[in-house]
């Protein structure tokens, strides 16, 4: 057994409490978590636009409004995430988890991932015990927010840049390779789309496995992304 094994073990024993959501992690999880919830509604509603209104177009401002949450919202997300990525150097070893590809080359983490997928199916009664994010939520936080993240920063800018057009920092910087990269504008709008999507059923997923993970697992989960501490009991 190896001395991070070894240590790991000693840090989950039922009864003790370990730091591990440092306050930088804990306020980009929070702001990011808003934003989505911004950018996935005012989203949909720039996808399937609200009925026209009555009366004079020039009083009515409302799908300019949606588009400008929507655009705020997108530049606080991505300012958040470099940020976030920034603290992944200089934060502790749990604030890098999300920007390191999971070592799938390891039969140890593939044990693991099975066995929490196992337990996610009711199939065994308890779970192994981790400081930090156990594999399976790994995997998919990395395929969700590390890499969809930045997916949906790259295509969303890319389209804000097309409509800002030439001579504007989102047009350079994004749409001038990420549009001729897919082929088309509309291709960019169906992948956006289509991730966004992605995104919001993995939140719900998310949110789902967290909860009943502070129910039923012998960690606490919920309170730790709150308060910084995770507890482990029996």
């Known amino acids: 057994m190896s001395v991070e094994t070894e240590a790991a073990l000693d840090e989950t024993t039922a009864g003790t409490t370990v730091y591990v959501y440092e306050a930088p992690v804990r306020l980009w999880h929070w702001v990011s978590a808003l934003c989505v919830v ?11 636009p609200l009925p026209s209104t009555s009366g004079e177009a020039s009083e009515h401002f409302l799908m300019g409004y ?3 949450t929507h655009f705020a919202a997108g530049y606080v997300f991505a300012i958040g995430y470099v940020a976030r990525a920034y603290w992944a150097v200089v934060g502790n070893n749990n604030a890098r988890q999300l920007f390191v590809f999971p070592p799938v080359t ?50 969303g800018f890319a389209l804000y840049g097309e409509g800002a057009q030439q001579g504007h920092w989102a047009h350079a910087v994004f749409t001038s390779w990420v549009i001729p990269l897919f082929g088309q504008s509309q291709d960019v709008h169906t992948w956006h789309h ?4 992605g995104i919001v059923w993995f939140i719900i997923l998310h949110v ?3 909860i009943r993970e502070d129910i039923m697992s012998p960690q606490t989960m919920v309170s730790a992304i709150i308060s910084g501490y995770r ?3 029996e």
């Open 231 to 233: 507890s482990f009991r």
């Open 208 to 210: 789902y496995a967290a």
């Open 194 to 197: 289509m991730m966004a999507w």
């Open 106 to 155: 390891s039969k140890d983490w593939w044990a693991g991932m099975l066995q929490e997928l196992r337990w996610y199916l009711f199939l065994v009664k308890k779970p192994r015990k981790y400081v930090g994010h156990n594999p399976l939520a790994l995997l998919f936080m990395f395929l969700a927010i590390t890499l969809g993240g930045l997916f949906m920063i790259a295509t």
């Open 66 to 68: 949606i588009r400008f």
């Open 38 to 48: 911004i950018l996935a509604v005012t989203g949909y509603f720039i996808g399937s």
